[in-house]
């Protein structure tokens, strides 16, 4: 946001409900610190810090319309900066609008530049990032961490379902992952499970998307933090791969290195990067795990 | 077909040209031997032997309303065997309908299993193959060569446009991996390329979609054939891989071994196999060259 807007924290929760539900979403639950509100959504997160909010979501809601009802609520001179991003989607032709259509209703309302990293058969990533004389400050960074296809104990764990909140928090190991943060955890009836975390500014946020069933056998975790990762733990992403074992993963990196530590042996399918006007450099990068995989023919 | 069914190619050509229409292509040309017909369609191809057809669509043409135009027209009772696939699409959002829409019309006609090799977010490859007391015999084989986004000489040179028909056969070299063959091309405008070949029984068909336009930056090159490559050039599949030198590319066998003869250095992504009642061992490999590709963003 600008200088002359408003302290985002001071907006009503009715307000941050109102935005929410327009991308389909609901508040389940939130937690607080004096630095930032931490929302938890249906399979969803939203953290509003005084001059910034973030929110990500996933299935078929329809964050581009929780976007377009902030800025006109508040009006596109009042943004000093708006970005969007979408990942390639297990079944694009089930969502509501591409990539393509959404910066149709962004430009209505703000100029900015769109690009896809990746090519549209594999994994990729579209950026949108309006114009603007704004400047990011080097700490002002993120690293997202998509993971497909879990395997392994844990997973066949979370598939197994009935477990408690508290029971998962433990198996994911949440207390030595992020020893510092405040932790907001929500399971979901038949499956999936998100937890948010706040420690000062920083926020961790994973959604887990187990499920193995019929119509979508394709299991899904995120995992996204503002925490510069070269001072806080290097290998955070790395123990987040080793606990989930994905078949494949792709991090996006704004303005953080490259770092591969604690890795499962992978292929590194493809990587590209761009660095926008206002300075954020910002990696795409696509992971397979090293073995080759026998693929099960899936009944339909 | 079953032995009480009509000889296919004793079926008026207005037939096989309404059976094309329902799919949106139509027929730019055709040859012709004493086993086959073969119709070079709108970047597709259709075959026509005395007791089985098959016909290739790409783009956003309706297959499965050919097959079904088919299927109502001689009655399902005269089929031996309906088999149907679908591969993973650029932008399946564009497409008019998905696999399992397809799979509904088709068992509205016919019994049949349905399903998926390989994981949404990758390539994968859909398959269809109606209940039937069919026997495939062992020369009954089919091997397919997806290829995505080509590089080098040959691409470059597809992409600066403005040669002729006879160029590019030239180009791709027909006379040499294919020299039995008789050979029928189409040169498309602005851009794009379909060639049949016909040998005894045998077939050869390539369809190459070299456009790296704004909407669409993706080329795609198919080849297919019903030759036994482990007997006729069994480096055939490499040696096409070497002329396009995709980025990735699949190949999807029945009833062939899984030679990689004279392949680009590579690493296998994924693989899987089936074997339908009909004994037709079907096999899906994803493949990608070796180095890591450096992704380029495009902007939108």
Redesign the interface.
Known sequence: MTASTPNLRELDVSFWSALVNCAHAEILSHISNPKCDAYLLSESSLFVWHDRFLILTCGTSTLVDAACYFIDALGSSSMALVSYQRK?E????L?TS???DD?GKLRQRIAG????????????H??FCSDSDYQATKDDCTSELLM??IRGELADYLNRGSQTCDELCAAFGFKHLFPEFEIDAHLFTPSGFSMNGLWGKYYVTLHVTPQSDKT?A?SYVSFETNLDLARYSQSLLGRLLTLFSP??WDIIRFNTNDSTQGFPAH??????S?TTEQGYHIG?SHY?QLQ?????????
């Open positions: 390639n297990y079944q694009a032709h969502q591409s990539f393509t910066v530049k769109a690009c896809r990293v990746g090519h549209l058969d594999s994994h990729h579209y950026f497909y296809h979508c394709s078949v494949s292929v590194r399918l493809g990587h590209g761009l795409f397979q080759t995989e026998v693929l099960i023919p899936e009944l339909m």
